[in-house]
């Protein structure tokens, strides 16, 4: 399966959901309970194997509104640590972050999925509370993660409108270099740098090259 496609990043208008991944069915009914009394959507999937055919069915949908997975580690056929390491293959999980629900003796495997990306975990018998506080900031995380991907899409939008003589410009303000030495670098006229200049200012929709240059790093950084 695929990676979630940067140009299918839309706006984040739905509201967000907790996938319940628990192969008892007493369980996702006790989790979707809790959630309900939260004001919380949930969808629950009995295994592992039916939220992959959930995800391959959506596609970049699946991944277009902030969502969180409550992940059993525990479950027959596709356990949750292989549904886990598939996530992980995709680079998905900051779009949707994994909190694994274990029991005592699965501790040890948590803590590693931890170091490996995963949010965070849950210990049965867990504490409603402390569980619904952990999937809030899941849930925001997720958010976070899409505004950036949509920041990344918005932003290389309107890189792809330059030129190559703005993105020459471009390079050359981020160093730092006054019009005049632009000038000279390039063999144009100062005149004409003033003008690529201004058009690549419109383009990106920044108004100084302070501004340029941290939306350049604020977009490399994400």
């Known amino acids: 399966m695929r990676s979630p496609s940067p140009a299918a990043a839309a706006p984040i208008t739905g ?30 999937h009995p295994s592992a194997e039916a939220f992959e055919r959930m995800l391959l069915t959506r596609g970049d949908r699946a991944y277009a509104d902030p969502a969180c997975l409550l992940l059993d580690i525990r479950m027959p056929g596709l356990s949750g640590i292989e549904l886990f390491d598939r996530l992980v293959a995709r680079g998905v999980l900051p779009l949707m972050p994994v909190i694994f629900l274990t029991g005592h003796g699965d501790v040890p495997t948590a803590v590693a999925a931890i170091q490996r990306g995963a949010f965070d975990f849950v210990e049965k018998p867990f504490s409603d509370n ?9 849930l925001e995380a997720s958010r976070s993660a899409l505004e950036a991907r949509q920041r990344r899409v ?7 409108e330059l030129t190559e003589r703005e993105r020459e410009v471009m390079r050359l303000v981020v160093d730092g270099r006054p019009n005049k030495l632009i000038a000279d670098a390039l063999a144009i006229s100062v005149r004409t740098v003033e003008v690529h200049r201004a058009r690549v200012f419109d383009k990106l929709g920044v108004r100084s090259a302070v501004e340029l240059a941290n939306m350049l790093r604020e977009s490399a950084a994400d």
């Open 15 to 44: 509201l967000p959901v907790v996938h319940l991944v628990d192969d008892e069915p007493v369980v996702r009914e006790a989790l979707g309970w809790l959630l309900r009394t939260r004001r919380l959507l949930s969808e629950a």
């Open 154 to 160: 918005q932003w290389a939008a309107r890189e792809a």
């Open 130 to 138: 402390a569980l619904v506080d952990r999937i809030e900031r899941a």
